[in-house]
């Protein structure tokens, strides 16, 4: 298991509820196992301005994971990310270490 920093923008109009449910789903394509040690750590940061347009979007909500994942897993995950719409970007960064 390497440990990775993995970055995602969220569409800004989506509602509370919604966005919880999306980001519930990127937890659990980012978990590997069962145990509690191996969930990983979310740092909101909230509602930012993009130095650019996305999607005619100026802001989007941004959350990073700190994640221990398994390398061969990684194309798994940036499939499942690929694919959700309310997903502006994302970014799968490894950590040195």
């Not at 999306?22 to 130095?51: C, F």
Request: aromatic content about 10%; overall charge negative.
């Amino acid at each position: 298991m390497r440990e990775y920093e993995v970055t995602v923008i969220v569409q800004p109009n989506l509602d509370e509820s919604a966005r919880n449910d999306l980001l519930e789903r990127v937890v659990g394509w980012l978990t590997h196992g069962e145990s509690e040690g191996d969930k990983p750590v979310a740092n909101h940061w909230g509602m930012r301005q993009m130095a650019y347009m996305i999607n005619k979007h100026k802001q989007g909500y941004y959350v990073m994971y700190n994640a221990k994942l398994d390398p061969a897993r990684i194309g798994d995950t940036e499939q499942n990310l690929r694919y959700v719409e309310d997903l502006l970007r994302f970014l799968i960064v490894r950590k040195e270490g």
